[in-house]
């Protein structure tokens, strides 16, 4: 029997036997995977199940991600050819099972479980490394010098030949994800794949399709549902499958019909999923993610304990920095004054420096000693007469550790000045961008006549007109740029015509030309010659305007809808090219040949839009959603290959999905899609869905794929008897609010990683 974790015999070097991969003739026809996503041990792991009696939370452990697969070259048992390692646990690969050497809570390498998994057949198969990693592993350990091993390689994956006849088993670190795919050549019987689980207390198949794996000393290794598909260019197919128990401790794999002329492809995985709140109701709409994978969120606390509140007084904005595996918080910041605060816009520099922009009635609100503006209003009264929103924009630079105020401003007039107007409570909506030496970059929406304006500022003036009773002008939007040092504004104008607009969506390009979206209700706002739709259609249009580098004027712009209510609600910019999000009513929606959805399905419905580099055309333009409402008034992220990565939120139990995670419901969920670089096919979509009132507000996607995405949920609180998803080892697996929490979630893996 192989030693528990952190026994390691060192004996002679043990030789891989080697057969080239892919030496099947015709097509892989069939690829099951498994993930293993976390291990928990002895008591309470409060996941998408519910929780278990025994332990605490903290005894939950998350499979981190393997550092590879090392070759054994006699720094372990013989029998062993590969081993890796993660958070809680050691795995060890030989001829013909994986060997899990499980830790207890408390003690991560020592007096453990050890739980077999056994799935070769009669035959020894043959097994090799595959995807050497950059870097070799030395073991210098001992006083003697013929036992020290060095110039160890290591192997994103390990490939098992001939499991069964015309089986291939490969295991691999995929995006921190230690999962494993069973390959069938043309012909092969799936019926048999044998998985044998020696050391197991017991075996069972949850409602959702995961192995779920008991283990005699406490607590199970929970093996997720097993997906196969299959596709050719964008005509891809799920294929079912399913665990099966044989009986004992053994476990078949049910594979669906299939063509065997195509290959499959892999589900992406669920990296984490946590609330983020305390005992009163928190809201999240700004989201962002560092270089090294950390994700920021920002938004609205009501919460005297929420994370890193001592006090809050009415409600405070806050941003929260999560560790790459969604483990821990890094910090959370609380920012306010003796009124309500509520953040939006989210982003960050190259330090790690995060700048939020947002909305206060606070005249006591955080400023710092040189900012351009440190009274509320003009006359430092935000709500002077108790019935608001007398409020203005602030924008806010923390440094990165989140722990100073690098720069705190006001910006406004003496009307309604909102850079985050907060959709939960009514309000429109707010964003912010920086370059690359630091400027921050806002739009939002105003009704003060005297909002700040630069001299060369494209529309010096409130475009006019009465909207509300009793206000003196209907809201423009604003596009303002603010200096690195928050001291002076380099450039800033009003934007809108005589009704109501205003700016939810901000990006730039490399050029620094400023994008900006937002609703136009005005029928003459400002529009270009040669604008793709250069007319208001009625009922307000979204709008999608950009301005030359440093505000010499615009570029283009353009009303964005049909002859319904249509709001452009998020925008991003992939060399000069804008994506746009939003919804719709309007079954006249300008839509584009050859795209995902050309027709409407509900009463209102998301869009998504890529313009040229002009703003003269559309490269594609899609409706997105199913047969109730959607309402993308969330976010939109763009990867290095020209995929839009949308969230929203969903109330149809038939909203387009593609390998989903979760199932969508006829209540309000947060959906996530991925659709492709010519708006011709999804990549991915799914819901994110616990039963009541879960919304999806931002998205972030980073340098590997995996998306990042925000906004909160009333599920699991005290008005609802669902659960919103979360994960094992998440920062905060439970719901804490008394109505609404923020949430955080993180998608990785094939498709969103490998397009």
């Not at 399709?209 to 997906?227: I, K, T």
């Not at 910006?411 to 964003?431: E, H, I, M, W």
């Not at 699991?716 to 919103?724: A, N």
């Amino acid at each position: 029997m192989l030693g528990a974790a952190g026994r390691t015999p060192t004996t002679e070097r043990a030789v891989p036997q080697v057969k080239p991969f892919g030496r099947h003739s015709g097509v892989v026809l069939a690829v099951v995977s498994a993930a293993l996503p976390a291990l928990w041990f002895g008591g309470v792991a409060t996941g998408d199940d519910g929780p278990r009696t025994g332990a605490t939370e903290a005894d939950a452990i998350h499979a981190a991600p393997p550092a590879g697969f090392e070759l054994n070259v006699g720094q372990t048992d013989p029998r062993v050819r590969f081993s890796s390692a993660g958070k809680g646990f050691r795995l060890f690969l030989t001829n013909q099972e994986a060997v899990f050497a499980l830790a207890q809570p408390g003690s991560p390498t020592q007096g453990g479980q050890v739980l077999r998994m056994r799935f070769g057949g009669a035959a020894t198969p043959a097994v090799q490394g595959m995807q050497e990693l950059p870097g070799r592993a030395n073991r210098l350990v001992g006083a003697d010098p013929t036992q020290w091993r060095t110039g160890i390689p290591r192997f994103s994956r390990v490939q098992y030949a001939d499991v069964h006849p015309g089986v291939d088993l490969v295991f691999r670190d995929e995006a921190g994800r230690l999962e494993y795919d069973f390959m069938l050549a043309p012909g092969a019987d799936p019926a048999q794949i044998r998985l044998g689980f020696q050391g197991a207390a017991g075996l069972a198949v949850d409602d959702r399709g995961d192995l779920r794996v008991a283990l005699p000393g406490g607590g199970e290794l929970r093996q997720l549902a097993p997906v196969a598909y299959q596709g050719a260019g964008q005509t891809r197919r799920p294929v079912s499958s399913q665990y099966r128990l044989l009986g004992g401790d053994r476990v078949g794999i049910e594979v669906g019909q299939h063509d065997p002329a195509l290959p499959l492809v892999i589900d992406p995985v669920l990296s984490y999923s946590s609330f983020l709140g305390g005992g009163d109701y928190d809201s999240a709409y700004g989201i962002a993610v560092d270089a090294d994978g950390n994700t920021y969120v920002s938004g609205l606390t009501a919460s005297y304990d929420f994370p890193g509140a001592s006090t809050v007084a009415g409600i405070d904005a806050f941003v929260t920095k999560v560790s790459p595996d969604g483990s821990q918080i890094v910090y959370s910041t609380t920012l306010g004054g003796s009124a309500d605060e509520r953040a939006n816009g989210l982003a960050l520099d190259a330090l790690g420096n995060a700048y939020l922009t947002g909305r206060t009635e606070s005249p006591d609100f955080p400023t710092t000693g040189r900012a351009y503006d440190r009274t509320c209003g003009t006359d430092g009264a935000c709500n002077p007469d108790g019935l608001g929103p007398h409020a203005d924009a602030f924008v806010t630079k923390l440094n990165a550790s989140g722990s100073a105020l690098v720069y705190s401003t006001f910006l406004g007039g003496s009307g309604y000045d909102n850079g985050n107007p907060n959709r939960f409570f009514g309000d429109g909506a707010g964003d912010i961008a920086v370059d690359g030496a630091g400027n921050a970059y806002l739009t939002g929406s105003t009704q003060s006549a005297n909002f700040p304006v630069t001299a060369n500022a494209f529309q010096p003036s409130n475009g006019g007109g009465i909207c509300t009773p009793g206000t003196p002008l209907c809201q423009d939007a604003f596009v303002t740029t603010l200096n690195a040092a928050g001291t002076r504004l380099l450039y800033s104008t009003y934007l809108g015509g005589s009704d109501i607009d205003e700016g939810f969506g901000i990006a730039l390009d490399s050029s620094r030309a400023v994008y900006v979206t937002g609703r136009a209700v005005s029928g003459n706002f400002p529009v270009t010659p040669g604008a793709v739709r250069p007319r208001s259609r009625g009922g307000g249009d979204g709008f999608v305007t950009k301005f030359r580098a440093n505000g010499t004027g615009l570029a283009y712009s353009t009303y964005l809808g049909g002859n319904g209510t249509d709001t452009a609600s998020a925008i991003a910019v992939r060399g000069r090219e804008a994506y746009v999000t939003g919804y719709t009513s309007s079954f006249d929606f300008p839509t584009t040949p050859g795209v995902f959805q050309p027709a409407k399905s509900g009463d209102f419905d998301a869009f998504v839009t890529r313009l040229t580099a002009a703003g003269s055309r559309f490269v594609y333009s899609s409706y997105l959603g199913g047969l109730t409402d959607e309402l993308s008034d969330g976010g939109i992220a763009v990867d290095a290959t020209g995929r839009a990565y949308v969230t929203g939120t969903t109330e149809s139990g038939e909203f387009p999905q593609r390998r989903p995670l979760d199932g969508c419901t006829r209540t309000l969920g947060m959906f996530v899609t991925v659709v492709q670089a010519a708006g011709s096919g999804l990549d991915f979509s799914t819901c994110i869905d616990g039963g009541l009132n879960d919304y999806g507000t931002d998205i972030a996607v980073d340098a590997a794929g995996a998306a990042h995405v925000t906004g909160h949920s009333a599920s699991s609180g005290s008005f609802s008897t669902q659960r919103f998803p979360t994960t094992a080892g998440a920062f905060q697996p439970g719901f804490e609010g008394g109505a609404l929490d923020a949430v955080v979630v993180r998608i990785e893996g094939p498709p969103l990683t490998s397009p």
